[in-house]
């Protein structure tokens, strides 16, 4: 049984060291519902979580099963189905814990992420002035962050830099402005 600990140990803590230290392991990668094992997703069904689908936490609980195991045959000397019994919970609690926090982690993330969606109807300042032909840049609070967008006029005018404006549209990373005073002119006068 010690050989089994060992190769569980070896193989696990190995996908650990890889995943925190290189940055280039597996064990952050999950099995999604539609089975693609390249991406960074969790595997559900609905809203439910499967934590023993995910290889992350078969990761874990292979890394601790395996060191408890060694730590209690060799140093506590503890007999052997005590041994299986201890390490395999303690391998499955520690796999839930962290398969459970890095879960929660990559919500969160995702959560506070700027999507383009946020951007649009947003108020900006010009700080660089936008001219027909020539983008400027624009300012603008999301999220409690300060963001700097290059910037092109809806219309083609020009935009002189301390007017607010309103962004309209995205494209390739470049905000489309209209000035705030003709965006409410124009509702005004509909």
Same mark, same amino acid.
């Given at each position: 049984?010690?050989?089994?600990? #060992?190769?569980? @140990?070896?193989?696990? +803590?190995?996908?650990?060291?890889?995943?925190?230290?290189? +940055?280039?392991?597996?064990?952050?990668?999950?099995?999604? $519902?539609?089975?693609?094992? /390249?991406?960074?997703?969790?595997? $559900?069904?609905?809203?439910?979580?499967?934590?023993?689908?995910?290889?992350?936490?078969?990761?874990?609980?292979?890394?601790?099963?395996?060191? %408890?195991? =060694?730590?209690?045959?060799? #140093?506590?000397?503890?007999?052997?189905?005590?041994?299986?019994?201890?390490?395999?919970?303690?391998?499955?609690?520690?796999?839930?814990?962290?398969?459970?926090?890095?879960?929660?982690?990559?919500?969160?993330? $995702?959560?506070?992420?700027? *999507? /383009?969606?946020?951007?649009? +109807?947003?108020?900006? %300042?010009? =700080?660089?002035?936008?001219?027909? +032909?020539?983008?400027?840049? !624009?300012?603008?609070?999301?999220?409690?962050? %300060?963001?700097?967008?290059? $910037?092109?006029?809806?219309?083609?005018?020009? #935009? @002189?830099?301390?007017?607010?404006?309103?962004? !309209?549209?995205?494209?390739?990373?470049?905000?489309?402005? =209209?000035? *705030?005073?003709?965006?409410?002119?124009?509702?005004?006068?509909?």
């Amino acid at each position: 049984m010690l050989a089994l600990y #060992i190769i569980a @140990a070896i193989v696990g +803590g190995g996908l650990v060291f890889m995943t925190l230290f290189t +940055g280039h392991g597996d064990a952050g990668h999950e099995v999604s $519902a539609d089975h693609d094992v /390249s991406g960074d997703h969790d595997f $559900a069904h609905g809203d439910v979580w499967l934590p023993f689908l995910s290889l992350r936490f078969w990761t874990y609980f292979l890394m601790v099963f395996g060191l %408890t195991g =060694i730590s209690l045959a060799t #140093i506590a000397k503890t007999i052997e189905p005590m041994t299986a019994l201890l390490s395999a919970g303690t391998g499955l609690g520690v796999g839930l814990v962290v398969s459970f926090l890095l879960h929660w982690a990559r919500r969160m993330q $995702a959560d506070n992420a700027t *999507r /383009s969606q946020d951007f649009l +109807g947003r108020e900006a %300042t010009v =700080i660089v002035p936008i001219r027909p +032909g020539l983008e400027g840049k !624009v300012r603008l609070q999301i999220k409690g962050e %300060t963001i700097e967008l290059l $910037a092109l006029p809806y219309e083609e005018r020009e #935009i @002189a830099r301390e007017e607010n404006v309103v962004i !309209v549209s995205l494209e390739n990373d470049r905000a489309r402005v =209209i000035p *705030r005073d003709e965006l409410l002119e124009n509702q005004n006068h509909a």
